[in-house]
């Protein structure tokens, strides 16, 4: 009789350097933005972040960069075992720094706050993202779906936002807005993207990548911090 050993089942990383490349990447592309942007709050440049399609392409490729590593990481986390325990308090630190970029930005934009920005967006992502790891093609179907049929214009969170103004009396403007639709898409591609190992790119190490990285490690402490520093010391100068 032969007796079979049991195989341990293997983790995967969850921390891989390309995803955490990308998330740095995208924060520095964050910071430059806010700070083009602030200078037209200020008028110290005659620009429209809002308008301008060059800067709406550039928007959309942060955006883009923070969301794939949003389902790339959500892959790599949980995506043999959902830890329920660990989802919980990822999605209400989450909560907690969402409500908390919504009030400092009261402060700071009282007529353009921010009520579902890319902090509120991943909250609620995430736990999807979850769920949804452990079902990368399903993942990508519906990713894909949704893009096609947000551009086909058959699905559109506009109805609720336009209820939300008359009801909720939400501003009509905001400094930061991440729709649901289409932008879940991007989480669910990114499910797939690294279940087939498509990210690994096998970026070479040197001093520009490494600090790159070590800054999407710590992303989210860059997000919360760096808008109240660069708006203060910008209303400092201004009223100087």
Request: hydrophobic share 55%.
């Amino acid at each position: 009789m032969v007796i079979q050993k049991k195989t341990p089942h293997l983790r995967l990383k969850e921390r891989i350097f390309e995803v955490d490349l990308l998330r740095g990447s995208a924060i520095i592309l964050m910071v430059i933005f806010h700070f083009c942007y602030n200078l037209a709050v200020f008028d110290w440049w005659d620009i429209n972040t809002s308008t301008q399609l060059e800067w709406r392409i550039f928007r959309r490729v942060i955006v883009s960069g923070f969301l794939l590593a949003v389902g790339m990481s959500s892959y790599l986390v949980y995506s043999q075992q959902i830890r329920w325990l660990k989802l919980t308090k990822s999605t209400m630190k989450l909560v907690f720094v969402a409500w908390l970029i919504t009030v400092g930005s009261v402060f700071m934009y009282p007529n353009a706050w921010v009520y579902f920005g890319i902090i509120h967006f991943i909250a609620v992502a995430l736990p999807i993202a979850a769920i949804f790891s452990r079902f990368p093609n399903i993942a990508l179907f519906l990713g894909v779906s949704c893009l096609i049929t947000y551009q086909l214009g058959w699905i559109s969170m506009k109805p609720i936002w336009e209820w939300s103004v008359h009801n909720l009396h939400i501003p009509t403007k905001t400094i930061d807005l991440v729709s649901f639709v289409p932008w879940i898409a991007s989480v669910l591609i990114g499910i797939y993207l690294m279940h087939k190992s498509l990210f690994n790119l096998k970026i070479q190490n040197n001093n520009i990548t490494n600090s790159l990285a070590r800054l999407g490690q710590h992303s989210l402490a860059i997000y919360i911090l760096h808008q109240p520093i660069m708006y203060g010391i910008m209303l400092a100068i201004s009223k100087a």
